[in-house]
């Protein structure tokens, strides 16, 4: 079957604008998690949805992030007024749920990269 | 808070021979997972293999083995006939279980396999 997709592949942008990155998980899997991943290092935890609900969203650096999944499936990122410093590969993962969360299958990840 | 830390940020091996990558992590918790991730040049990240704290035997996937050692929060990958398509960056990563269900990941380690 199809695993985690993520759209577009690469993302270049401005200073200052508007950013969505689009995230589709694994069909039927409940849990879904976004990760930030800056040149030279590992990936660093942004936020979890079990279902619909953002179950923690303890990793956004800041308001300018925000991450919705309104229908428990695709998952949106959101980068407002966008940095330099925001510059990174972005990478989705989801799971299964239902006790089975160690399982996280990982999406090819949206390199932005911001002008 | 959790910590992993990859001290080996590159290593190069011969083609047939043997590497071993080092982890070590810093956690209060008892109960969790740790993980080793291979991430290519095309960003996707593959699970190499998952070891549960609780589980003393250490966990092997044909050729890759861990040196877990709880005590001194240690978790070491072990390649046995390192092949060409080895080559990649590999992460540590640390899940406490049943809570946040977030990685923690290392800063990683490029392994050059050699001809």
């Known amino acids: 079957g199809a695993g985690v997709s993520q759209t577009p592949s690469n993302k270049v942008t401005e200073k200052g604008k508007y950013v969505e990155l689009r995230c589709d998980p694994i069909?039927?899997?409940?849990?879904l998690y976004w990760y930030r991943q800056s040149l030279g290092q590992g990936p660093e935890f942004l936020i979890y949805?079990?279902?619909?609900?953002?179950?923690?969203d303890s990793g956004l650096p800041n308001d300018r992030f925000f991450a919705v999944r309104p229908e428990g499936s695709v998952s949106t990122l959101k980068i407002q007024r966008t940095e330099r410093g925001d510059s990174a590969v972005y990478l989705c993962?989801?799971?299964?749920?239902?006790?089975?969360?160690?399982?996280?299958?990982f999406g090819p990840g949206t390199r932005l990269t911001v002008l | 808070a959790q910590t992993v830390t990859q001290s080996q940020p590159e290593m190069s091996v011969q083609e047939a021979e043997t590497v071993t990558l080092s982890c070590t992590y810093d956690?209060?918790?008892?109960?969790?997972?740790l993980f080793w991730y291979k991430q290519p040049p095309s960003r996707q990240m593959i699970l190499v293999i998952r070891?549960?704290?609780?589980?003393?035997q250490n966990a092997t996937e044909n050729r890759f083995s861990v040196n877990f050692q709880k005590a001194a929060k240690s978790f070491s990958l072990k390649i046995s006939d390192s092949q060409l398509g080895d080559t990649a960056m590999y992460f540590c990563?640390?899940?406490?279980?049943?809570?946040?269900?977030?990685?923690?990941f290392g800063t990683g380690t490029s392994l050059t396999v050699i001809p």
């Open positions: 993962a989801s799971s299964p749920g239902g006790g089975r969360d160690n399982e996280q299958f």
């Open positions: 069909s039927g899997h409940t849990a």
């Open positions: 949805f079990q279902g619909t609900g953002a179950a923690d």
């Open positions: 956690t209060s918790e008892s109960n969790y997972y």
């Open positions: 070891q549960e704290a609780y589980k003393q």
């Open positions: 990563a640390f899940m406490k279980r049943n809570t946040g269900n977030q990685f923690y």
